[in-house]
């Protein structure tokens, strides 16, 4: 039997071609054999009619197969689709990746997204074939695998820090996902990690620009906060169960991880803001083949491929990094907030952060909101802007979570007082991932698009990733030899 089904003989083609551009964004089932791959993986490729595909890991779940062994489609980078969509789906798809539904559960996550629980679930399986908790499921079943192979924790203790309710859960969901038990997933290539360390591999899609982005991190770093020496990047989170560290540095492919978490529970989250913040499930073959047929990007994209969007760890720390940085240099906005940070952020004493000379959290939103604005170490008209900021996200007037409406969070920040379009804009694309922000009102871009004679209607022909095109402008903008 043949399909004519056009989208079935797409991806039967990229599976043909083994074209790794294609890994997350769907995943390949086989039906005579009972295992899911990723589109690049190197076994004989099966006939086209014993094919299946499916748009998440945990629909091929659901649907009774387990993951190959020989390509770990569970490690493949996520869908560049979910951090791009502004719709419910793409929320929500957000949402479930941060952890909502561990936390707060189906009703919880809906309650954000404001729709019925059932509208949620409707509206992921119409997508996705599988509903918000199927997605969790499998999120949680990858969270357990990474401590299975890379830490000494007891079972018990996995299945605890991974979200299980029960050993016997866990032992259950790993054999039905893996088709393995969890000690036979256990590595045996080296000793593992203890206690809240860990160390593992990000999937980065390629070509990936990491020198790039780890300048863009240095040139930005808040003393005291996060540091980047040697090819590495490190910073202290705050996560939902407790605090950590996180050291990030790119290598030939991917991102090495370490973390050192007060609570292992936080592991899925801290990898999943990480690659927000690395900007990691980005398709850089569209977006280079987008820029660099246009003129003005060309050089650029040539010199930089697989430049990414650096984003942030934390969206609201992002908001009060941007008012601080407000009509002031780079430098000047890192020695504010480096004194912002000494004075109103807590102290933590970890080891990984003291080999990075790393010594407090940035300021929590609640403490940030009832601070007085003049007691703050910056003119009282930004120091009230913070504390404007701080305190919409309290009241719950202003959201910034992953799953945040892009437009009604731009509409709430522009009514209120000290904040701009630029302000509004920038914390879009870094703090919401927003790929289509070009930041018109920004000194330098706008020099940039005025001395190529660009207008603002002109750089639509840059969308969807005008985010992009801007970070590629302030590159040309600060590449050395330019006056």
Same mark, same amino acid.
């Given at each position: 039997?043949?399909?004519?089904?056009p989208l079935h003989e797409r991806r039967y083609r990229a599976v043909r071609s083994r074209d790794a551009?294609?890994?997350?964004?769907?995943?390949?089932?086989?039906?005579?054999?009972?295992?899911?791959?990723?589109?690049?993986?190197?076994?004989?490729?099966?006939?086209?009619?014993?094919?299946?595909?499916?748009?998440?890991?945990?629909?091929?779940?659901?649907?009774?197969?387990?993951?190959?062994?020989?390509?770990?489609?569970?490690?493949?980078?996520?869908?560049?689709?979910?951090?791009?969509? !502004?719709?419910?789906?793409?929320?929500?798809?957000?949402?479930?990746?941060?952890?909502?539904?561990?936390?707060?559960? %189906?009703?919880? @996550?809906?309650?954000?997204?404001?729709?019925?629980?059932?509208?949620?679930?409707?509206?992921?399986?119409?997508?996705?074939?599988?509903?918000?908790?199927? @997605?969790?499921?499998?999120?949680?079943?990858?969270?357990?695998?990474?401590?299975?192979?890379?830490?000494?924790?007891?079972?018990?203790?996995?299945?605890?820090?991974? &979200?299980?309710?029960?050993?016997?859960?866990?032992?259950?969901?790993?054999?039905?996902?893996?088709?393995?038990?969890?000690?036979?997933?256990?590595?045996?290539?080296? *000793?593992? $990690?203890?206690?809240?360390?860990?160390?593992?591999?990000?999937?980065?899609?390629?070509?990936?620009?990491?020198?790039?982005?780890?300048?863009?991190?240095?040139?930005?770093?808040?003393?005291?906060l996060e540091s980047v020496r040697d090819g590495t990047y490190a910073r202290l989170v705050r996560l939902?169960?407790?605090?950590?560290?996180?050291?990030?540095?790119?290598?030939? &492919?991917?991102?090495?991880?370490?973390?050192? @978490?007060?609570?292992?529970?936080?592991?899925?989250?801290?990898?999943?803001?990480?690659?927000?913040?690395?900007?990691?499930?980005?398709?850089?073959?569209?977006?280079?083949? %987008?820029?660099?047929?246009? *003129?003005?990007?060309?050089?650029?994209?040539?010199?930089?491929?697989?430049?990414?969007?650096?984003?942030?760890?934390?969206?609201?720390?992002?908001?009060?990094?941007?008012?601080?940085?407000?009509?002031?240099?780079? +430098?000047?906005?890192?020695?504010?907030?480096?004194?912002?940070? +000494?004075?109103?952020?807590?102290?933590?004493?970890?080891?990984?952060?003291?080999?990075?000379?790393?010594?407090?959290?940035?300021?929590?939103?609640?403490? @940030?909101?009832?601070?007085?604005?003049?007691?703050?170490?910056?003119?009282?008209?930004?120091?009230?802007?913070?504390?404007?900021?701080?305190? +919409?996200?309290?009241?719950?007037?202003? #959201?910034?979570?992953?799953?945040? #409406?892009?437009?009604?969070?731009?509409?709430?920040?522009?009514?209120?007082?000290?904040? &701009?379009?630029?302000?509004?804009?920038?914390?879009?694309?870094?703090?919401?991932?927003?790929?289509?922000?070009?930041?018109?009102?920004?000194? %330098?871009?706008?020099?940039?698009?005025?001395? /190529? /004679?660009? $207008?603002?209607?002109?750089? !639509?022909?840059?969308?969807?990733?005008?985010?992009?095109?801007?970070?590629?402008?302030?590159?040309? !903008? $600060?590449?050395?030899?330019?006056?």
């Amino acid at each position: 039997m043949t399909t004519t089904d056009p989208l079935h003989e797409r991806r039967y083609r990229a599976v043909r071609s083994r074209d790794a551009r294609f890994d997350g964004v769907f995943f390949t089932a086989v039906r005579t054999t009972g295992i899911y791959c990723r589109p690049s993986c190197p076994a004989v490729t099966p006939r086209s009619e014993n094919v299946v595909f499916y748009r998440s890991s945990a629909a091929a779940h659901g649907a009774g197969f387990r993951a190959c062994r020989r390509c770990r489609p569970d490690t493949v980078p996520g869908s560049p689709e979910w951090d791009h969509r !502004a719709d419910a789906v793409g929320r929500a798809v957000r949402l479930v990746r941060d952890g909502v539904v561990e936390r707060d559960g %189906v009703e919880g @996550l809906a309650a954000r997204l404001g729709y019925s629980s059932r509208q949620v679930h409707r509206m992921l399986t119409a997508e996705l074939g599988v509903g918000p908790l199927a @997605l969790a499921r499998g999120a949680r079943a990858h969270t357990a695998r990474i401590l299975v192979e890379t830490t000494t924790l007891s079972m018990a203790d996995v299945a605890h820090a991974a &979200g299980f309710a029960s050993v016997r859960q866990f032992n259950d969901t790993m054999r039905e996902v893996y088709d393995a038990t969890p000690s036979q997933l256990r590595s045996k290539r080296g *000793p593992g $990690t203890a206690g809240g360390h860990l160390t593992l591999r990000l999937a980065v899609r390629r070509p990936f620009d990491g020198v790039g982005l780890l300048q863009f991190l240095d040139d930005h770093a808040v003393p005291g906060l996060e540091s980047v020496r040697d090819g590495t990047y490190a910073r202290l989170v705050r996560l939902p169960h407790g605090v950590g560290v996180v050291e990030l540095t790119p290598a030939d &492919g991917h991102v090495v991880a370490r973390l050192e @978490l007060a609570d292992l529970r936080d592991t899925a989250v801290a990898v999943e803001r990480a690659r927000r913040l690395l900007d990691l499930d980005a398709d850089p073959v569209a977006i280079d083949e %987008v820029l660099g047929a246009d *003129p003005v990007l060309a050089e650029s994209v040539r010199e930089a491929p697989g430049l990414r969007l650096p984003g942030g760890f934390d969206a609201v720390e992002v908001a009060v990094r941007t008012v601080v940085g407000q009509q002031v240099s780079v +430098a000047g906005a890192r020695t504010v907030l480096g004194r912002l940070v +000494a004075q109103e952020g807590e102290p933590v004493e970890l080891a990984l952060a003291a080999e990075h000379g790393l010594t407090h959290l940035f300021p929590s939103v609640g403490v @940030l909101a009832g601070l007085d604005p003049e007691t703050l170490p910056m003119p009282r008209s930004r120091g009230r802007a913070v504390a404007t900021v701080a305190g +919409a996200v309290v009241s719950g007037d202003l #959201d910034l979570t992953p799953g945040a #409406d892009r437009a009604a969070t731009r509409a709430a920040l522009l009514a209120l007082p000290g904040i &701009g379009p630029w302000t509004a804009d920038y914390v879009m694309m870094r703090g919401l991932g927003d790929p289509d922000v070009l930041l018109t009102s920004d000194l %330098v871009l706008r020099r940039e698009l005025e001395r /190529h /004679h660009v $207008t603002a209607a002109d750089a !639509a022909r840059w969308a969807p990733w005008r985010s992009y095109a801007g970070m590629h402008l302030w590159r040309a !903008a $600060t590449r050395p030899g330019r006056i």
